[in-house]
Every structure is written in structure tokens, then in C-alpha cells.
């Protein structure tokens, strides 16, 4: 009778005990880094402008992980900056969708590619991850190589065109004689973008 009794408390104890134990959120097993702003960003030094740079914290199965601590460490020299306390680093809490934003970046004089590094670690779990950016100094975002650039692929298409246009016209049998291409002729103004205009 009494071992009866005491299997009859038992089994509702362990079925409790199973019920809560599926309750509890499962303690992550791997962290990953994902990058969800900023990789590849182009930060213009003029306008002291750096892109956003988020992250976000998942475990083994691609869920957020809230509340883990996310340090972004920034280059010691060269192309980059400094927070706007000055410090190279800074460290953020996760928020209940994993994700973490690094604070405001100031931006130094020296352009070209840097990395940020980002580490972030939750209950004895670590991850890390690098982000790759770069500065640049113009005005409006282009460089004057890169406007020379823009304005050689334009005047070589037009003369890969001529060409092309030439050739393909040839069905009759009167032989024609090719037009050389012209070169495009004009101003080019730097600063808010590219002015092609007839010559002053």
C-alpha cells in the first residue's frame, strides 16, 4: 500500500519536473558573428561620415543571443579613427534581438582599407569576426582618379560602339568608308559630382 502511495507522488513529481526542464531556454552550445551592417563600407573623410556598423550574436541554431558582450576594436593606426570618447575600443550589450551597433566613429586623415575587429562572448562562449572598411577623401564621395576613371570607361565605350556600329552596317556591298570615332570633348568639374558640357 505504501509503495503504491509513494508511486503515485512520484510519477506527477518527475512528469512536472520533465515539463519544466523543456520549459527552460536552452543555454547556447556555439556563438557565431554575423555582420549585418557595415562590411565593405566606403567613410568619407571630408564629410566626416562613417557608415553604421551593426552585428548580431546567434547560438548554434541562427537564434539572437541577448545580452552577450560585443567589443569593437578599432586599427591603432593608420586608415580608421577613434570613438568619441578617443578610445580605440568599445563594448556593447547585445540587445533581445542579438544585435549589437558600434558607437559613433570618428573619422582620422588617413585614407585607404582598415579592419575592425569584433569579439563577443556570452556564459563562457566566444566569437569573432572583422570587418572590412575603407576612408576616402573626396568631396561627394569620388575621388578625382576614380572621376578621370568614370569619364575613360564612358569615352571608350563610345568609341567601342562607333566601331561596332561600323561593322555591323556593312550588309551592302558598296564598300564604306569608316568614320573615325570622335573623342568626347568637354569640361569635367569635381566636387558635387561629374559636369560634361561643351567647352567655354
Given at each position: 500500500m505504501l509503495s503504491r502511495t509513494v508511486r503515485s507522488l512520484a510519477v506527477p513529481i518527475v512528469l512536472a519536473c520533465m515539463v519544466l526542464t523543456a520549459q527552460e531556454?536552452?543555454?547556447?552550445?556555439?556563438?557565431?558573428?554575423?555582420?549585418?551592417?557595415?562590411?565593405?563600407?566606403?567613410?568619407?573623410?571630408?564629410l566626416r561620415t562613417a557608415r553604421e556598423t551593426i552585428v548580431q550574436v546567434e547560438d548554434q541554431n541562427?537564434?539572437?543571443?541577448?545580452?552577450?558582450?560585443?567589443?569593437?576594436?578599432?586599427?591603432?593606426?593608420?586608415p580608421g579613427g577613434a570613438f568619441v570618447n578617443g578610445s580605440k575600443s568599445a563594448t556593447v550589450v547585445a540587445d533581445n534581438t542579438g544585435r549589437a551597433v558600434m558607437p559613433r566613429m570618428q573619422l582620422n586623415s588617413a585614407g585607404g582599407r582598415?579592419?575592425?575587429?569584433?569579439?563577443?562572448?556570452?556564459q563562457g562562449l566566444e566569437a569573432d569576426a572583422i570587418i572590412a572598411q575603407s576612408s576616402i577623401a573626396a568631396a561627394g564621395g569620388l575621388s578625382t582618379g576614380a572621376i578621370v576613371g568614370i569619364v575613360a570607361a564612358v569615352a571608350a565605350a563610345g568609341v567601342i560602339a562607333a566601331v561596332v556600329a561600323t561593322r555591323s552596317s556593312g550588309n551592302s556591298t558598296a564598300p564604306s568608308t569608316p568614320t573615325p570615332p570622335t573623342s568626347p570633348s568637354g569640361t569635367i568639374g569635381v566636387g558635387s559630382g561629374i559636369v560634361i558640357g561643351p567647352p567655354r
Open positions: 531556454p536552452q543555454a547556447p552550445q556555439k556563438l557565431n558573428l554575423v555582420i549585418v551592417e557595415g562590411e565593405g563600407a566606403i567613410n568619407n573623410i571630408k541562427h537564434k539572437p543571443v541577448a545580452g552577450a558582450v560585443v567589443v569593437f576594436l578599432l586599427p591603432g593606426n593608420g582598415y579592419e575592425i575587429k569584433v569579439h563577443a562572448s556570452h
